[in-house]
């Protein structure tokens, strides 16, 4: 992408809406637009990230075996009758009168509608396990939207629901979902401990949040020191391995790890550590509770009729882009794992004027599109100062900087953003180095 065709509008200054460094740099950034409370328009740069960590998510659910469905954002009211959430649920939700006077509301959850999904097919014991899950748009009138999109009205969730027929089948699927979740945050980069949770209005006995660590979390937790260098990557369990898996939860949930609403003391650790943290996915067991009042029955083995076993599993899709940046960043902006960066390097063109440095960043540009590597060619006829802000500012994981001074001497600077260090590197090599080292980051899981 050429950035002088691009629609990237950065700020110098500081919004002064914006409290936490995330939410200041999404705006600085071009990432984000704010429309009204909680509500925004994901700008190009900004819709980049949120879709290369919505495709992360997916392939890690998609790895344990759930299966993507889309349902709408507008639900009937009917179905949140049936389970009795239709008067608990509060003013979180935000109800509509179609004109038919018919009472619908745009969805804060999915349980009740792929409940009715999974009855209207699923009959017998045969057909299960099933997971199924969407990335779909949410809205919850929240009282205090904050924070930019780390706590939106509208925000972007991937929830799967899991129906099993026992139990203990149903521990199972958590247990999967559990092992993917601590994939997916891997592969994001970064260090989310799974925590005691209580079930809230969901229900239900088995529940954990996913807690990214940071000062400026909203949620107040308390973890046993060990987490802090405990691996969390999940990478050797196999999730079709009931024996690793299990003994990988059991290894996970027996380190002491609660939120403000599960601390209770019993078990705690001497090595306390009393701390914030930004909840980025939420998972639950809750066995037939919608099932019954939403008569989801099933045929047992025996040919008996019974509720099928649930369990929901959220993940903050537009949250992690917050989360990500709150964990990645310095005073200039933002340091984008390479997983989830919109371009993977930046060519800083330092004088569009002078012919051979444009020859060489049109040619650098080329060739590393060609090599698949996403790239970001700043080709405005602007300052050397402000491109570098710029580029710091967006945080793309590497930059080239191309100018006359260099290209003398037939060198380029190399920098990585991480980090702040710098190379010169022979124009021959900049190709070579970039698209060997990009490769392996750029996987990502
Ligand atoms: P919170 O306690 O932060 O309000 P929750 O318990 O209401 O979260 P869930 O219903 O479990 O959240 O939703 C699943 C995930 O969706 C959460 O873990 C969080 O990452 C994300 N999420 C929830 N509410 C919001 C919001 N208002 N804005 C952005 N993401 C959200
Ligand atoms: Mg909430």
Partial sequence: MRLSQYFLPTLKEDPKEAEIASHRFMLRAGMIKQNGAGIYTWLPMGLRVLRKIENLVRYHQDS?????????????????????????????????????????????????MITDVFRSYIKSYKD?????????????????PRFGVMRGREFLMKDAYSFDLTKEDAVYSYQKMFLAYLKTYTS??????????????????????????????????????????????????????????????????SVYAATDETHDGVGAPANLVKTRGIEVGHIFYFGTKYSESMKALVQNKEGKTVP???????????????????ANHDDAGIKWPASVAPYNVGIINLKVSDEETTCVC?????????????????????NAGGKFADMDLIGLPWQVIVGPRGLKSGVVELKKRATGEKHE?????????????IKDITQGF
């Avoid at 009211?77 to 619908?104: C, F, N, P, Q």
């Avoid at 299960?128 to 205090?144: A, C, G, T, V």
Wanted: charged letters at 30%; hydrophobic letters at 35%.
């Fill in 425 to 437: 590197v022979s124009l021959e090599s900049v190709m070579n180095t970039l698209t060997t080292d």
């Fill in 128 to 144: 299960l396990p099933k997971n199924l899950y969407h990335i779909q748009w949410k809205f919850r009138d929240e009282i205090r």
């Fill in 64 to 112: 344990v075996g759930a299966h993507e469905c889309l349902m709408p954002t507008i639900q009937s009211a009917d179905l949140w009758k049936e389970s009795g959430r239709y008067d608990a649920y509060g003013k979180e939700m935000l109800r509509i009168t179609d004109r038919h006077d018919r009472e619908m509301l745009y969805g804060p959850t999915n349980e009740e």
């Fill in 188 to 253: 994001l980069g970064l260090r989310v401990i799974p925590m005691k949770a209580d079930t809230g209005p969901i229900g239900g006995d088995l529940s954990h949040e996913f807690i990214l660590l940071a000062e400026t979390g909203e949620s107040e937790v308390y973890v046993d020191e060990k987490w802090m260098d405990m691996d969390l990557s999940g990478k050797d369990v196999f999730y079709k391995s009931r024996g690793q898996l299990d003994k990988f939860f059991k290894e996970m949930t």
């Fill in 362 to 382: 049109e040619e650098l540009y080329k060739n590393l599109q060609a090599a698949n590597v996403d790239v970001l060619y700043d080709d405005r006829d602007t």
């Fill in 308 to 326: 099928v076993e649930m369990g929901s599993y959220g993940i903050g899709v537009s949250r992690l882009v917050g989360a990500i940046i709150e």
